[in-house]
């Protein structure tokens, strides 16, 4: 799936962006497999202040953040609403639920107008089907992703 045109110049900026920003959780992909993966992602754009996900929440989907920032909160919207975490370019939310299925624990807002890819757990098993090595290596990135970001927040805390 091809989420930019190449006959405008601009995109093919913003396609470059997009490779660069996804790096930091996919370091270990080669441009190759970042353009295999491209077949089984969606691109999503939100608005300044979009709700992207709520508490509670069904979703199933790894959220990538090609462009711009998301607010991670706990609580519910608008009520005894905390901070958890403010992330960018590069970064990735919704690893639990896209794991284990299950409703999403945070709410998500975006901070300024924001790029995301999102790859949903149906996706990645025919990703998973079709290219075996590149899913695992997917899951390896994703978990130490995620144990990064773990002792970060326990270093915070």
């Avoid at 709700?51 to 009520?79: P, Y």
Wanted: a negative charge; hydrophobic letters at 45%; charged letters at 25%.
């Amino acid at each position: 799936m091809d989420f930019f045109s190449y006959s405008n110049p601009d995109a093919r900026l913003n396609e470059e962006k997009r490779t660069a920003a996804i790096r930091p959780l996919l370091r270990e992909l080669s441009d190759e497999d970042l353009n295999s993966l491209d077949q089984f992602a969606a691109a999503l754009r939100f608005a300044t202040g979009s709700r992207i996900i709520a508490v509670g929440e069904h979703t199933d989907a790894l959220l990538i953040i090609v462009a711009g920032s998301v607010r991670l909160t706990s609580g519910e919207s608008g009520q005894n609403e905390q901070r958890v975490d403010d992330l960018a370019d590069g970064e990735v939310f919704g690893i639990s639920s896209f794991l284990d299925g299950e409703a999403s624990a945070i709410n998500a807002i975006a901070l300024e107008s924001t790029e995301l890819l999102a790859l949903r757990r149906t996706s990645f098993e025919q990703l998973a089907a079709w290219k075996p090595a590149l899913a695992l290596a997917l899951i390896q990135d994703i978990a130490a992703y995620a144990s990064r970001r773990l002792r970060q927040l326990q270093v915070s805390c």
